[in-house]
């Protein structure tokens, strides 16, 4: 199979690139690992809402506040792009071409809510799910777009590399390029997808930590392919951390969202009594890192499992229109939100590093881009400002694609022949291994390379992943390819990533918190 663009990931980032290439006249081939792609990306778990432009808002204003909760290290050029370019796109692209239907006020214009470290109400919003109605929408737009052949249940295993998967022996003498990707399929096949340029939208890897709002399919793909490919990962260490997921025995770490504290909930402890106003003079709406850091604190200091968020002061009935899926989830579980505070632990939530690009998606590898949260574009510098990543996406995800429009001549498509047919292995893998160390690969992460980091239990979780990497890659070449390996091998690469960048960078800023 050919085509101009092949897309790995079909999240905000995704789906925005190939609707902006299909545009453009590009014939764009794009994947997604998921059976349904609507239900289960990092885009459509997204709550809070999306950055747009604020009631007497600026894109100065914007960047600086991206700026700042960056802690100024952001790429002034890349904050100056999403500040001017991303509103546009979420008119054109979201409001405009998709209809998402975001909430309105009773005069029929956006509502807007406000955030923590926002200087204004800029945030718009689709109740409290606005991830999954952006995401139906988009996939709805691809769907129906001729120029898009969209294939779900899929895995990207490896990217396709001159040199190391073509067939002439010579070709380790060009520079390298990326051709495309080997892909399984439903089939339990992998066949080679080649193509001019390979877009990288694989998303988060939050699946590394023990506790994550990510869901399962978070697990680094994307880095783990372009670290292998020879691209540059940057920024791996800034790992946000969301103070607040649902912390019950049976429930996964369902995210409690930020704009709860935008709309006055409160940090207390299991007394009852706040505590946030001691870390920070911006309390409940002090940066994540701060709020994650002091939850852990308290529950260090106090020995419990978990410190409480509280709302039960509002109207209850408020609070039910205000957060429906949260009430009903926390419900499910025996809590009510309307009358008792909610149990809450930090959770690893959003990748601020990743692969290396430029304005337009471009990694160091020819023919090779990466957008979303699998990318580090440089907005986010040591820390994410809320809401911003749905916003980079498709920011990115228009650049890329508009990169490729112009300059698709100068790669021209490689004749399929070329490339080395996948040679299949047929050893079944136990799950039990893999369950196991995945278990291994969580806790080291969360124990070791967690909320705060130090050289000792960094040096033991480098030692701990290295002997594991080893175990998996031996078995991996043996083993039938199914999309469990695939995603073990991947996890421990990133996992080993991340732990790397925070062992080298010895500076508490931002998202990483180096104790000693
Ligand atoms: C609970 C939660 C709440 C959030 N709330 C907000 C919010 O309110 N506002 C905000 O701006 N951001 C929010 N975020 C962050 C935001 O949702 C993500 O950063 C953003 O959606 C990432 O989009 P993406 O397209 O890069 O990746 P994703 O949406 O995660 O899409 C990745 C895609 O890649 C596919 N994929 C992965 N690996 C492979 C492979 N090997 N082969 C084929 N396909 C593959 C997946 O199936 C998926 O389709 C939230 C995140 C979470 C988890």
Not at 221 to 236: C, E, F, I, S
Not at 253 to 268: N, P, Y
Not at 360 to 385: F, K, Q, Y
Not at 406 to 420: A, G, T
């Amino acid at each position: 199979m050919t085509s101009d663009l092949l897309i790995i990931g079909a999240g905000a980032a995704g789906c925005a690139a190939a609707l902006r290439a299909a545009d453009l006249g590009l014939n764009v081939t794009l994947l997604s690992s998921l059976r349904d792609p609507a239900d289960g990306s990092n885009t459509s778990w997204a709550q809070g809402g999306i950055i747009y432009r604020g009631i007497d808002d600026s894109p100065e204003s914007l960047a600086s506040d991206i700026s700042t909760a960056g802690a100024n290290i952001c790429r002034d050029e890349a904050v100056h792009l999403i500040s001017t370019r991303g509103p546009e796109i979420v008119r054109d692209l979201l409001i405009e071409r998709c209809k998402v239907p975001f909430d309105e006020t009773p005069d029929g214009s956006l509502h807007f809510t406000e955030e923590a470290a926002h200087a204004c109400p800029r945030i718009i919003h689709v109740e409290d799910a606005t991830g999954r109605a952006i995401a139906e929408h988009l996939i709805r737009e691809v769907r129906t777009n001729k120029q898009i052949t969209f294939l779900e249940n899929v895995t990207a295993v490896d990217l396709i590399m001159r040199g190391l998967h073509t067939k002439n022996p010579k070709d380790v003498y060009n520079r390298p390029r990326c051709l495309g990707a080997y892909v399984l399929g439903s089939g339990e096949k992998v066949d080679p997808i080649v193509a001019r340029e390979t877009i990288l939208a694989t998303g988060g890897l939050g699946q590394i930590f023990l506790h994550t709002t990510n869901p399962r399919g978070a697990r680094g793909d994307g880095v783990a392919m372009a670290y292998r490919a020879g691209a540059r990962v940057v920024n791996l260490e800034y790992v946000q951390f969301h103070p607040t997921s649902l912390y019950h025995r049976t429930a996964p770490r369902f995210l409690l969202s930020e704009s709860m504290r935008g709309e006055g909930a409160i940090l207390v402890d299991g007394a009852g009594r706040p505590f946030m106003k001691k870390y920070h003079p911006l309390a409940e709406l002090a940066p994540r890192d701060v709020v994650a850091r002091a939850i852990h604190e308290e529950m260090m200091a106090s020995n419990e499992p978990c410190m409480y968020l509280d709302i039960s002061h509002k109207p209850a009935d408020w609070v039910r229109t205000r957060f429906p899926t949260i009430h009903k989830t926390c419900l499910r579980y025996g809590i009510d939100i309307t009358a008792q505070p909610i149990p809450v632990v930090p959770a690893a939530h959003y990748s601020c590093g990743g692969v290396a690009v430029d304005m337009h998606g471009r990694t160091n590898v020819t023919g090779l881009r990466a957008i979303g949260e699998a990318s580090c574009t440089g907005v986010h510098g040591a820390n994410r400002l809320a809401s911003t990543s749905l916003l980079e996406a498709i920011t990115w995800g228009f650049q890329a694609a508009e990169g490729i429009a112009n300059d698709v001549e100068e790669h021209p498509i490689v004749d399929q022949s070329e490339v080395k047919t996948w040679e299949l292995e047929s050893e079944e893998v136990d799950p039990a291994l893999i369950h196991q160390d995945w278990l291994t690969i969580k806790l080291t992460m969360w124990n070791y390379v967690g909320l705060e980091r130090t050289s000792r239990r960094l040096n033991r979780a480098l030692k701990i992943l290295r002997d594991l990497q080893f175990e998996v890659e031996s078995f991996y070449r043996l083993a039938k390819v199914t999309d469990p390996v695939v995603g073990l091998r991947n996890g421990i690469q990133t996992a080993l990533a991340v732990t790397h960048a925070a062992y080298r960078n010895r500076e508490s800023r931002g998202a990483h918190y180096r104790k000693e």
